[in-house]
């Protein structure tokens, strides 16, 4: 098992920034893939972005909607996701997921991949 736990969730005005970390206490990351995807209220789970393992030296992900207002990033414990110039439609519970030495396939980015997931946090972007 692999206890994910994402944090950094909250109220923001529509133009604010977050950022999501995704970690598990006192254990590296480096081995894992991770995504970050999001399920809006009422509607089907969505992939927002995706980083590989530093050991596989794969690519980096983004959904088109978030392109160039979000950013994702890893250091050995914690992967992180930027979120700037948020609207309403961003709102969504926000999950991190992980995949062993992946490189953020098409597999592991529709989230069938991933083997461990968080919990969630809610992200709500509302004046």
């Known amino acids: 098992q692999l206890p994910l736990v994402e944090s950094g969730g909250g109220l923001v005005q529509p133009g604010g920034s977050l950022r999501l970390s995704c970690s598990v206490s006192?254990?590296?990351?480096?081995?894992?893939?991770i995504g970050w995807f999001r399920q809006p209220p009422g509607k089907e789970r969505e992939a927002v972005s995706c980083?590989?393992?530093?050991?596989?030296?794969?690519p980096t992900r983004y959904a088109n909607s978030v392109k160039g207002r979000f950013r994702i990033a890893r250091d050995k414990y914690t992967v992180y996701l930027q979120m700037d110039s948020l609207t309403p439609d961003d709102t969504a519970v926000y999950y991190c997921?992980?995949?062993?030495?992946?490189?953020?396939?098409?597999?592991?980015?529709?989230?069938?991949?991933?083997?461990?997931w968080g919990a969630g946090t809610l992200v709500t972007v509302s004046s």
């Open positions: 997921a992980a995949a062993f030495l992946s490189v953020c396939n098409d597999n592991d980015y529709s989230g069938e991949g991933m083997e461990y």
């Open positions: 006192g254990f590296s990351l480096d081995q894992y893939a």
């Open positions: 980083i590989s393992s530093p050991d596989e030296d794969g």
